[in-house]
Nanobody, 130 residues
Framework: QVQLVESGGGSVEAGGSLRLSCVVTGYTDNANSLGWFRQAPGKEREGVASIYPGSGTTFYNNSVKGRFTITHDGAKNTVFLQMNSLKPEDTAMYSC???????????????????????WGQGTQVTVSS
């Protein structure tokens, strides 16, 4: 069973930074992709960034490229999301998730598609004021 627990959310002014953490347990045999997702009020959940822990390959939503960085620390079983140059439109509930992609999904699916993820944390709120 995969369990995920996020932390690090908060309120910052535009241009500020936050680092989100997600401790992931039980994923080694049950997941090969870890991702960060967000959902703003009245909007659909969207993928922010994802990483294949085995290879370190990362993927980003175009809206956060150059500002956000996803990393994974295997020794700490933790996936991080470093968020810099935050904008008010980044305000949302951020959740981390884990998925076990098949070979076909790795080849043909978007790794930041939330529909592909089975295991979810409870979320942490990020609020960016202008």
């Amino acid at each position: 069973q995969v369990q995920l627990v996020e932390s690090g959310g908060g309120s910052v002014e535009a241009g500020g930074s936050l680092r989100l953490s997600c401790v992931v347990t039980g994923y080694t045999d049950n997941a090969n992709s870890l991702g960060w997702f967000r959902q703003a009020p009245g909007k659909e959940r969207e993928g922010v960034a994802s990483i294949y822990p085995g290879s370190g390959t990362t993927f980003y939503n175009n809206s956060v490229k150059g500002r956000f960085t996803i990393t994974h620390d295997g020794a700490k079983n933790t996936v991080f999301l470093q968020m810099n140059s935050l904008k008010p439109e980044d305000t949302a509930m951020y959740s981390c998730a884990a998925a076990k992609f098949s070979r076909e999904q790795i080849l043909f699916s978007s790794p930041t598609n939330p529909d592909l993820y089975s295991y979810w944390g409870q979320g942490t709120q990020v609020t960016v004021s202008s």
